[in-house]
């Protein structure tokens, strides 16, 4: 069974553009729910530009969903997972001036410095995530400082999915395949996600071992002409034909 996890940043954004209470990030994940959802995803930014702490606040007291938290490894964002405990805390890579996570976290490069962040949440109980690029190095080092899951980046999988780039889209699929397979030997569960559209969830969803998938700014855009609901349930259909 292949899980999807519905990102719900971006109707935060849409709320913050005009500084309303509307739309809700909450009303979105218990529409998620109602669609097939099987978990809801927020990334709680260092510049809050999207979710909020409120948001988070009451998505953990209200949600039904597991809830899988992206954020920096800060230690103002270590104090809010430790004092929330999600079921899941998702680490990514932040410079305030990209306009989304450009890349994957660079693991091996911090490898004792990411040993310490993530022990305490370990300890709490969140299942704790690296998203990080295919990179054996990288998957490698999440196996060692004991991470539970890798999210894989398809992001720049989804980024070739123009003519004349197939080539390398395909060896870029290729890297990923060969990622998860060796996670997964590793004992690590894994996750994928970034960009991924009706288009191009279909070969990342075919990966025997990737167990979810996170989904957010292709739903919240397609939800403006059918609904988040069956944009949701559209997805569904994608990647269960897929797999
Ligand atoms: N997974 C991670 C770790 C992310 O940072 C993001 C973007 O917030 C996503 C998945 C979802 O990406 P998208 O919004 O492009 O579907």
Redesign the pocket.
Known sequence: MLRL?V?I??VATIRNARGTPWPDPLRAARLAEEAGADGI?A?LREDRRHISDADIDALMANLTLPLNL?MAATAEMQAIALRHRPHAV?I?PEKREER??EGGLDVAGNEAMLADYIAPLREAGCRV?L?IGHDPAQIEAAARIGAAVV?L???AY?DLDTEGRLAQRDAELAGLTRGAALADSLGLEV?A????TFDTVGPIAAIPQVREL???????AESVFTGLGEAIREMRRCMDGAR
Do not use: A, K, P
């Open positions: 996890g990102n940043d971006h995803t990334h992206e998702c990514v989304t996570t995530s998203f999210e980046h398809t992001g989804c996750h996600g970034h960009g991924l996170n989904i957010g700014h292709f739903l919240i």
